[in-house]
């Protein structure tokens, strides 16, 4: 188990303050402090967000402009064509957008690349086919940002591209018709936080006031699919992010997609009690399964169905594919550790970056995130099956890895991304001059201590407090997901009444006390406490509390993220 450093997120706050916000909202003390420790200035909208909290997308540059454009289209007939990524934020972009174009009349298809045989982004043979379909207007959703060669060929080719994007902007952007993404350094929109799909519904919600049409329609439509983009793409859930997922959540209970609810019965995912996890580990997955293992378009059409049998048909097919990344992704794994643990090199690096030639390049991504997370370094992992390789990357908290392959750039032949997760392709003769210079780069960004994981405690949660009413209590500041973790408590000084293995000892559960009180913890891959524990040790405990339900039965769950043999003092 390795070590993590603990770092309590705490601020002075006036007593008179905590008290304040726990009568108003009727809270216990303690989630009124998570609330201002985390920062949350008006904790009523946060806990309440309405669609009024949406901010105005006309303050997004460039919106005035891609309104005109699309009206225009419409009303003049032309041929649109929209233009997405093979992820998921990508898929429920361009499903979002094609569906609302589709009910105003538009004439409009899409395209999304085979990640395989194009990979991410615009390309020139794409606008070829693009182009002898005779559209005139080209809408990219999820990406376009970085593609100034491929925009200026549309242009010659007499189409006017409207990029929406939220990936980081380099020096020079295309010259397309109009950019709209956050990110652009002259736009003045708040909040820069939004996905590819959070961009492409601000573009639904500016049209959709153009023409005098309802916004809660507009949002009890489409809420469900962007939720579903903007949590698989792991954006923070603050913000408007927050106002859109939070209503999703709720559309998805009863959602009137047919392709969501045919894949729901193909996976037996239960819609009635959705939360950021079940579309985190259940469908997002099968989404992205069409992007990694096969054809894009099927998820595009299992979101676009408008009857029952088309919705199963690729819902049974996503099912499978993912089955099959399921398996692929394991062999992955166990090649990429492998070769980790045979390399003292390796080892020793502060990114590591790994290659082989028959890896899947559409599942190498997902290796890589499980990868940085066990060892906490940056990681990324090339698929060379081919004159190019095609690279993958993810990052931790203290080291961007998108300003890492900007200095790698002379390195590679293409890049893009975030500051935590990336893509690139190079050549396959000049990966090892890349590996020796991103961790250059590292060595000068990053400190041995970087590569401790931080455990963020949210407060201290007294022993007595460690019960069902409080569990029920923290839901109010669901969904959960990044910038808006789950809270993790901690409790001092317990005493081991019990240890018990779990799965042949691969996980513990244990029994503590503290006075009179007794509470259950359980600790998911924390198998080597079995061994370090015994009973009367005195521990500290970090935890989250959770309620399991269980054949209809609603339990308390204390779920360990670390423990440390407590300091003995005076």
């Given at each position: ?335 990429a550790l492998n070769m980790i643990e045979n390399s003292a090199a390796l080892q020793n ?222």
């Open positions: 188990m390795k070590k993590k450093k603990w770092i309590l997120l705490y601020k002075e706050h006036r007593p008179e303050d905590v008290l304040k916000i726990s009568r108003k909202l009727s809270l216990p003390p303690v989630i009124a402090t998570i609330m201002m420790n985390r920062g949350i200035r008006e904790p009523e909208d946060f806990i309440n967000p309405t669609e009024e909290s949406l901010l105005d997308p006309f303050l997004m540059l460039g919106m005035k402009d891609a309104t005109k454009r699309i009206l225009k289209a419409i009303e003049d007939h032309e041929k649109i064509a929209v233009y997405g990524d093979y992820d998921v934020d990508g898929i429920t972009s361009t499903a979002i957008m094609v569906k609302f174009l589709r009910s105003h009349k538009a004439d409009v298809m899409y395209y999304i690349p085979d990640r395989l045989e194009e990979g991410y982004g615009i390309n020139k043979g794409a606008i070829d086919k693009i182009a002898q379909t005779g559209v005139t207007l080209l809408i990219t959703v999820d990406c376009g940002i970085t593609a100034v060669g491929e925009i200026a060929y549309a242009k010659e080719k007499g189409i006017d591209t409207i990029i929406t994007d939220h990936h980081e902007c380099k020096d020079e952007t295309p010259d397309a018709y109009c950019l709209l993404n956050p990110k652009q350094p002259a736009c003045p929109y708040p909040f820069k936080k939004l996905a590819g799909v959070g961009v492409a519904f601000k573009l639904l919600q500016a049209l959709t006031i153009e023409m005098r049409f309802h916004m809660r329609e507009l949002i009890e439509e489409y809420a469900d699919l962007v939720a579903i983009g903007t949590v698989a793409d792991v954006m923070p859930l603050i913000g408007e992010n927050r106002v859109i997922v939070k209503k999703g959540l709720e559309l998805l209970s009863f959602t009137q997609n047919r392709g969501i609810r045919a894949l729901a019965d193909a996976a037996d995912i239960n819609l009635s009690n959705v939360a950021t996890g079940t579309i985190g580990f259940m469908i997002a997955p099968r989404i992205n399964a069409a992007g990694r293992m096969g054809d894009p378009r099927c998820a595009v059409e299992l979101l676009l169905a408008t009857d029952d049998m088309t919705a199963r048909k690729y819902a049974e097919k996503l099912n499978r594919e993912n089955h099959e990344r399921q398996e692929t992704e394991i062999s992955i794994l166990e090649d690096d502060y990114v590591i970056v790994l290659a082989h030639d028959n890896w899947h390049h559409g599942i190498i991504g997902i290796v890589a995130s499980k990868i940085s997370e066990r060892f906490n370094k940056p990681c990324i992992l090339i698929s060379t099956d081919g004159e190019v390789g095609k690279g993958s990357g993810r990052s931790i908290r203290s080291f961007n890895l998108f300003k890492a392959l900007e200095y790698c750039q002379d390195t590679l032949l293409k890049f893009g991304g975030h500051d935590l997760a990336a893509g690139l392709s190079i050549a396959p003769d000049r990966i090892d001059e890349f590996r020796e210079k991103i961790n250059s780069y590292a060595k000068e960004t990053l400190t041995e201590e970087d590569f401790m994981p931080l455990l963020y405690l949210d407060s201290e949660l007294p022993v007595q407090y460690i019960n069902m009413n409080t569990a029920e209590r923290l839901s109010i500041l669901e969904p959960y997901g990044m910038g808006n973790a789950s809270p993790i408590f901690f409790a001092r000084k317990m005493t081991v009444a019990q240890v018990r293995p779990l799965s042949e000892g691969k996980h513990v559960k244990l029994t503590l006390r503290s006075g009179e009180f007794y509470i259950d913890a359980v600790g998911f891959n924390m198998g080597e406490l079995n061994e370090i524990l015994k009973n009367d040790d005195l521990i500290d405990i970090a935890f989250n509390l959770d309620i399991n339900l269980y054949r209809g039965m609603r339990q308390l769950q204390v779920l360990l993220k670390d423990v440390k043999l407590s300091e003995i003092t005076g």
